[in-house]
């Protein structure tokens, strides 16, 4: 099945099945996309309802929906280049602050969806929706602010993708949230390794100013 053929087929669901609910909720989809947004000020909140074709891994797929959240403040990645002084070290996307699978933050994690012919995307698109109320709205707002980064960074959750430029995150929001020596504490376990601590230097000198 070709990809603009199954975009259209989820693009029909989303009008019928998501878009009012989402829309109460302050999230909106261009009439052409896949993407709901939420913006307020500097801070924006994704629902991204990506798709594979024909994947290869799934015999009989037409699709496997891999809905994700994203989530982006301003004032946190402005900081964050600020403190590397290179977007290399923040992935090459300092925008992005978390980019994780929906399927991912559910507890217990959702199953992954794969369709087998067009009859099975309304109810996905039905059962993607009451999991992203349920699980995916949270994880959204927990990871768009300072506050709440540091709230969950402090907790210890896991939801999230805690790859090493997002600790780099934490620290930025550490700071907005005049927490300076959680910052430095964060500076001090996850860039600590020689070469690691080499590759943050300005992270290390401007934290440490």
């Given at each position: 099945m070709k990809?603009?053929?199954i975009k259209a087929a989820l693009i029909r669901a989303?009008?019928?099945?998501m878009d009012s609910p989402l829309t109460a909720l302050g999230y909106h989809r261009p009439p052409k996309g896949l993407v709901y947004s939420r913006q307020e000020g500097g801070m924006k909140c994704q629902f991204a309802f990506e798709f594979a074709s024909n994947p290869s891994y799934a015999v009989g797929a037409i699709a496997h929906l891999t809905p994700a959240l994203r989530t982006a403040n301003a004032r946190i990645s402005e900081l964050a280049l600020q403190l590397t002084e290179d977007p290399w070290l923040l992935?090459?996307?300092p925008d992005v602050i978390q980019?994780?699978?929906l399927t991912l933050v559910t507890k217990p994690h959702m199953p992954e969806c794969y369709l087998a012919n067009f009859s099975q995307v309304r109810d996905a698109t039905k059962g993607i929706l009451s999991k992203?109320?349920?699980h995916g709205l949270t994880f959204l707002e927990d990871y768009?602010?300072?506050r709440g980064i540091v709230s969950q960074y402090e907790?210890?959750?896991s939801r999230g993708l805690l790859q090493q430029h997002y600790y780099v995150y934490v620290v930025a929001a550490s700071l907005l949230e005049g927490r300076t020596e959680v910052a430095k504490t964060i500076v001090e376990d996850k860039f600590s390794k020689p070469g690691v601590k080499k590759r943050f230097e300005a992270l290390w000198r401007n934290v440490n100013a």
């Open positions: 990809q603009p053929e989303l009008e019928d099945e992935a090459n996307a980019n994780q699978r992203f109320i349920e768009s602010t300072p907790a210890g959750d």
